[in-house]
T-cell receptor, first 116, second 114 residues
Framework: AQSVTQLDSHVSVSEGTPVLLRCNYS??????LFWYVQHPNKGLQLLLK??????LVKGINGFEAEFKKSETSFHLTKPSAHMSDAAEYFC??????????????FGAGTRLAVHP | DSGVTQTPKHLITATGQRVTLRCSPR?????VYWYQQSLDQGLQFLIQ???????AKGNILERFSAQQFPDLHSELNLSSLELGDSALYFC?????????????FGDGTRLSIL
């Protein structure tokens, strides 16, 4: 079975400093992994996805994530935080239910606060 | 804009009532997924339809049901509502069923049970 653990429920950074949101996953096979962002009162927006093509994945808005199989991690980073990055971030693994059908399994989320 | 449309945006009703949430998928997408987001349970997968047929079930209560129509829009029906059903309900769509395609999400319907 697949699962995902986001190691921090809240992260606070100053504008212009680096962002690190940590995620560990568990999967019995090569997983597909995603990061989504949710701004207040909005739906989820895909930031980036990993599907085994390259271990360093670049996404939108300057975010990137590195897949590390040995550490079963998929941490999200950004070199310099912007005020508009304040939101909730979800690490997601694509798992399967009976019959092999696609299902997204969400982490609990990390709320990112950005201070001036 | 994800291309996924959900209506209504907000719904306020009372315990014991029944409501219907509607979702129009992104153009060209055949799969529709429903998710529930609540403070205590987080984001949970409820059910998936592909081209009108139920494909997968998650943590969906028996009081809840869904269907996908020939024009591919989907409805989630919630009945005998309880206070604990208050949540944000998301619809997502993707082109196929058995793949790792990221799903595109609507802005959700916020359901409040009084």
């Amino acid at each position: 079975a697949q699962s995902v653990t986001q190691l921090d429920s809240h992260v606070s950074v100053s504008e212009g400093t680096p962002v690190l949101l940590r995620c560990n996953y568990s999967s019995s096979y090569s997983p597909s992994l995603f990061w989504y962002v949710q701004h207040p009162n909005k739906g989820l927006q895909l930031l980036l996805k990993y599907t085994s093509a390259a271990t360093l994945v670049k996404g939108i808005n300057g975010f990137e994530a590195e897949f590390k199989k040995s550490e079963t991690s998929f941490h999200l980073t950004k070199p310099s935080a912007h005020m508009s990055d304040a939101a909730e971030y979800f690490c997601v693994v694509s798992g399967s239910v009976s019959g092999g059908y696609n299902k997204l399994i969400f982490g609990a989320g990390t709320r990112l606060a950005v201070h001036p | 804009d994800s291309g996924v449309t959900q209506t209504p945006k907000h719904l306020i009703t009372a315990t014991g009532q029944r409501v219907t949430l509607r979702c129009s998928p992104r153009s060209g997408d055949l799969s529709v997924y429903w998710y529930q987001q609540s403070l205590d349970q987080g984001l949970q997968f409820l059910i998936q339809y592909y081209n009108g047929e139920e494909r997968a079930k998650g943590n969906i209560l028996e009081r809840f049901s869904a269907q996908q129509f020939p024009d591919l829009h989907s409805e989630l029906n919630l009945s005998s509502l309880e206070l604990g059903d208050s949540a944000l309900y998301f619809c997502a769509s993707s082109p196929r069923d058995r793949d790792s395609q990221p799903q595109h999400f609507g802005d959700g319907t916020r359901l409040s049970i009084l």
